[in-house]
């Protein structure tokens, strides 16, 4: 891998980063539980991403770690977003289990 390799896999994650934190930033409280089945789906994506990543062998030791360091935390997104999203759904059910009655 060449340095402006590196450079540029850098600055993408520098853009990456800012646009993610501008984004979520704007989303209103109440829209939060809506949007975030569509997070865990493009969480989904990135463990696919990051398993490819990790496993290619072009990229050393270097990409071997990152892909690692990629899918758990991208892992801990999916888990904790689908666990979050149960318990908000669980509100909305009816009876002695639920919230609303």
Known sequence: MSGM???GFIVVFILATYLGATLI?????TLHTPLMSG????????????MA?????????L???????????AMMNVVGGYAVTDRMLEMFKKGPQGGAK
Request: net charge negative; proline share 5%.
């Open 25 to 29: 930033g704007r989303v209103p409280p």
């Open 5 to 7: 390799d590196l450079i």
């Open 53 to 61: 990543i990790a496993g290619h062998t072009d990229y050393g030791m």
């Open 63 to 73: 990409g071997t770690v990152l892909g690692f360091i990629a899918i758990v935390f």
């Open 39 to 50: 997070a865990n789906a493009v969480s989904g994506i990135t463990v696919v991403g990051a």
